[in-house]
């Protein structure tokens, strides 16, 4: 596991920003896993910039987003599909056909969990996986649970992890409880994986998933034993781990 230290969330995101625009360049058909949330944000911004400058080509790439919520269709904004194309795809030049998000819509949940499965494993797996990392440890939506989930399951949100993405949901809004999301073992079947955390609200769970033990109440703890992680952190959310 490779750890490294920018000073803020904007060098953060740059150098985040590098790794997955020298994946891109290495192998332009490239298949991205990625994530939502306002970590990732900044390091959109900087692969649209990369891409309208010239140094950047997504025509060949394809995405797997690790989760989306249930009841929302694609056009909802406060859907992961409507984050995505607003943050990232429509600045860049991917095929819209490309783009591979869970349906929030689908009345099967068992057969939704299974046909995403079965476009991630038609894209020949994913070759760099973006993760975030929840207040409570979670990576996609896999919450703290007594056992990892191992593929793209259905998942009742924790309260805590409702109330940390309250702020995305205006009153009138209905939040939703549950989600679609990959599972550990399908994070873990990627060839590269890129976990980006910012600010010091993260500095404690960070801790615990990087040096505690490997368990599936944090479930980021699990990444440790992925051969190929690299951490971003900013200085805050390094606070409680001192040098490195």
Same mark, same amino acid.
């Given at each position: 596991?490779?750890?490294?230290?920018?000073?803020?969330?904007?060098?953060?995101?740059?150098?985040?920003?590098?790794?997955?625009?020298?994946?891109?360049?290495?192998? %332009?058909?490239?298949?991205?896993? #990625?994530?939502?949330?306002?970590? %990732?944000?900044?390091?959109?911004?900087?692969?649209? =910039?990369?891409?309208?400058?010239?140094?950047?080509?997504?025509?060949?790439?394809?995405?797997? +987003?690790?989760?989306?919520?249930?009841?929302?269709? %694609?056009?909802?904004?406060?859907?992961?599909?409507?984050?995505?194309?607003?943050?990232?795809?429509?600045?860049?030049?991917?095929?819209?056909?490309?783009?591979?998000?869970? +349906?929030?819509?689908?009345?099967?949940?068992?057969?939704?969990?299974?046909?995403?499965?079965? @476009?991630?494993?038609?894209?020949?797996?994913?070759?760099?996986?973006?993760?975030? #990392?929840?207040?409570?440890?979670?990576?996609?939506?896999?919450?703290?649970?007594?056992?990892?989930?191992?593929?793209?399951?259905?998942?009742? #949100?924790? =309260?805590?992890?409702?109330? @940390?993405?309250?702020?995305?949901?205006?009153?009138?809004?209905?939040?939703?409880?549950?989600?679609?999301?990959?599972?550990?073992?399908?994070?873990?079947?990627?060839?590269?994986?890129?976990?980006?955390?910012?600010?010091?609200?993260?500095?404690?769970?960070?801790?615990? @998933?990087?040096?505690?033990?490997?368990? %599936?109440?944090?479930?980021?703890?699990?990444?440790?034993?992925?051969?190929?992680?690299?951490?971003?952190?900013?200085?805050?959310?390094?606070?409680?781990?001192? +040098?490195?």
């Amino acid at each position: 596991m490779r750890i490294i230290r920018a000073r803020d969330y904007d060098e953060m995101s740059l150098k985040a920003a590098g790794i997955i625009a020298a994946q891109v360049l290495a192998k %332009p058909d490239s298949v991205l896993g #990625l994530a939502t949330g306002s970590t %990732p944000v900044g390091l959109y911004m900087k692969l649209a =910039q990369l891409h309208r400058e010239g140094f950047l080509d997504f025509s060949r790439c394809s995405t797997a +987003n690790l989760d989306e919520y249930e009841g929302l269709a %694609p056009d909802n904004r406060q859907s992961y599909a409507f984050f995505m194309k607003e943050n990232l795809f429509r600045h860049i030049n991917i095929p819209a056909e490309n783009c591979n998000i869970p +349906n929030g819509l689908a009345k099967d949940a068992a057969a939704e969990c299974a046909r995403y499965e079965s @476009a991630i494993a038609s894209l020949g797996g994913i070759d760099l996986q973006l993760l975030g #990392l929840g207040p409570n440890g979670h990576i996609g939506f896999n919450e703290p649970e007594d056992n990892f989930g191992y593929g793209t399951h259905n998942v009742d #949100l924790t =309260q805590a992890t409702i109330a @940390a993405n309250s702020r995305f949901f205006s009153d009138e809004e209905i939040q939703p409880s549950r989600a679609y999301t990959m599972g550990i073992g399908t994070i873990m079947a990627a060839k590269k994986i890129l976990l980006v955390v910012n600010g010091e609200g993260k500095a404690e769970i960070l801790k615990a @998933a990087l040096f505690g033990d490997v368990t %599936p109440r944090i479930p980021a703890s699990i990444l440790r034993f992925h051969h190929d992680v690299t951490v971003v952190a900013d200085a805050p959310a390094l606070s409680k781990i001192g +040098n490195l």
